[in-house]
């Protein structure tokens, strides 16, 4: 474990993180590990909202296109690829900023990924079945299972909806539960958790801009090109918001309006789940606005964080 605490920069999406980010990095003498499960994919830009290119020129950015979006990106290869990385900018005298919205990806940073029981091949092939016949069902069960990780997933990530039943199966306990009680001595990393918190309605605002740019500036084409390239429509990297929607344009089945709509209502919904995760989160000190609203204040938290 490195000696020099973490400066961590968390909240919903569209709460100006990235900015948030990358200028306490500039101001502290820092480089940015992105902590988003969905921008390590290459060439999926414009869905994921990744920094812009003049941007990562001025602060390095890591964990970032680091993998193919044939290819499933797990929140173990993440913890050891940041490990590594924020290892690397320690030594360098540099100070690790870790931004994201994957509060799953900053949790496990901090804390370790909990020893799951091992896969059972049956249970998942019946759990697989099951969705297929009936989602809505297998969604309930795990509501009435794991109220509280349900609170925390999309209806739409059938991965983590289906491991959460398959080890509460296994296990005979909610995931959440085993989470809570697993055997920790503490956090891996000393850390200073900063959490954007807008005002709701403006944050609602923000999200219909930005999917409407997202829109504007080309997704359902870089979608288009991600297909092209051999990216299967069901592969992980395409649930992301955004991406999913517009695979349904590609296919004829949508019109653009009608994806981004469900956008903005799919964006809503994660902003929602993401706020609900920090609540339960220890450790949180909250920011009360936008990134660009609160550089000040964080400044002040970290400097107080580290002892200045």
């Given amino acids: 474990m490195i000696e020099r605490p973490l400066l961590i920069v968390v909240g919903p999406t569209a709460a100006g993180k990235t900015w948030l980010g990358a200028q306490l990095a500039l101001r502290f003498h820092g480089e940015v590990v992105s902590a988003d499960a969905f921008a390590v994919y290459r060439g999926m830009d414009i869905g994921t909202a990744k920094p812009e290119p003049e941007l990562r020129k001025l602060v390095p950015h890591h964990l970032l296109d680091v993998a193919s979006p044939t290819e499933r990106y797990s929140a173990g290869q993440f913890l050891r690829d940041a490990d590594s990385v924020i290892a690397d900018i320690d030594r360098r005298g540099r100070q690790p900023v870790v931004v994201g919205g994957t509060l799953f990806y900053v949790h496990a940073l901090l804390y370790g990924l909990f020893p799951e029981p091992p896969k059972d091949l049956t249970l998942r092939a019946q759990l697989e079945a099951a969705w297929e016949r009936d989602p809505e069902a297998l969604r309930r069960e795990l509501a009435q299972r794991d109220p509280e990780l349900f609170a925390r997933l999309s209806p739409n990530d059938r991965q983590r909806i289906l491991r959460a039943l398959e080890v509460s199966v296994l296990a005979g306990r909610p995931?959440?539960?085993?989470?809570?009680?697993?055997?920790?001595?503490?956090?891996?990393?000393?850390?200073c958790l900063l959490a954007c918190c807008p005002p709701r309605p403006a944050l609602h605002a923000r999200i219909a801009a930005r999917v409407e740019t997202m829109f504007a500036r080309g997704l359902v084409d870089e979608t288009r090109r991600l297909l092209e390239s051999g990216v299967a429509p069901t592969a992980h990297a395409l649930k992301a918001i955004g991406y999913r929607e517009a695979v349904r344009v590609v296919q004829g089945e949508w019109s653009e309006t009608q994806a981004r709509q469900a956008t903005v209502v799919a964006t809503r919904q994660l902003a929602k789940r993401q706020l609900t995760w920090l609540r339960g989160e220890a450790g949180v000190q909250w920011l009360a606005g936008f990134g660009e609203e609160v550089l000040e204040q964080a400044s002040a938290l970290w400097e107080a964080c580290r002892g200045e």
């Fill in 175 to 191: 995931m959440s539960e085993l989470w809570a009680q697993s055997p920790s001595s503490g956090p891996r990393y000393r850390f």
